[in-house]
């Protein structure tokens, strides 16, 4: 009886070896995480210019993030505006088990205005990498590196047609700066009274937006004109230079009088 029982401990306590041996030992993740290093660049002030879109503005390099397991590491550089400690961060590229990616002026130019900023004007932004292994985990940050950049606008403008602003000529058509990602803004004279609409390009063939694609906050210096069968606004305001701004995403227009 006593030879079964250790024969019985024995086939038990092999087994348990058996899958210990089969445990990956890599499989613990470390206690203390080494994040990753990104790189300086090989200067800290740029200025992005239209003409050298194609050419190449620079590689991002970093080191591996050291979990102490064997797993897919994703990897994301983000930018924010120095100062800001990442409070309002924007994501620019994500890779997997890659250290190193190159963008062209092009390329680098979008990164940057995507996060708001306004075009030919010198800006302070920080850029960093993210490392995570998956959701159930946090990110892993590294240092910020810190850059002073300035770009070239690269968003296409709208157009205003319509004797608001000049006349239902499209000859004539007033130019709406594009400085973000569907925003829009421009200063001129607006002229009490007088009708408009927006349009994609100088052209009655062009894509049109008028008062019922604007569902946002709209300012009161406009208002439906549903005289016409076409949805154009009616300046109600003064006489005088005006800045507009044009939300196409937030469906919103904003204006404010500078004379």
Not at 110 to 117: D, P
Not at 200 to 218: C, I, K, L, N, R
Request: net charge negative; glycine share 6%; charged share 20%.
């Amino acid at each position: 009886m006593k030879k079964y029982s250790f024969l019985i401990v024995s086939i038990l306590f092999l087994f348990a070896f058996v899958a210990c041996e089969d445990e990956d030992p890599t499989a613990v993740i470390n206690q203390n995480v080494v994040e990753s290093t990104l790189q300086a660049l090989p200067s800290t002030d740029y200025v992005l210019l239209e003409e050298n879109e194609t050419e190449i503005f620079g590689a991002f390099n970093w080191t591996a993030t050291e979990y102490g397991v064997t797993t897919p590491v994703t990897y994301t550089l983000e930018l924010d505006t120095a100062g800001n400690e990442f409070a309002n961060p924007k994501e620019f590229l994500t890779v997997i088990d890659e250290l190193t990616d190159t963008f062209t002026v092009k390329e680098f130019n979008t990164a940057v205005l995507s996060y708001g900023f306004k075009p030919a004007l010198e800006v302070s932004i920080e850029i960093r990498v993210g490392a995570t292994i998956g959701a159930d985990y946090e990110t892993v940050y590294s240092e910020p590196i810190s850059l002073n950049v300035t770009t070239f606008n690269a968003f296409d403008p709208i157009y205003m047609i319509g004797p608001a602003v000049s006349d239902w000529d499209p000859g004539q058509a007033v130019e709406v700066t594009g400085i973000a990602a569907n925003l829009y803004e421009t200063t001129t004279e607006f002229t009490n009274g007088g009708h408009f609409r927006f349009f994609s390009e100088p052209s009655w063939d062009a894509e049109q937006w008028g008062y019922d694609y604007f569902t946002g906050d709209v300012t009161e210096l406009l208002a439906p004109e549903t005289s016409h069968e076409d949805p154009n606004y009616r300046f109600d305001g003064d006489t005088g230079n005006y800045r507009i701004t044009v939300d196409l995403e937030a469906k919103s227009i904003s204006m404010v009088l500078v004379n």
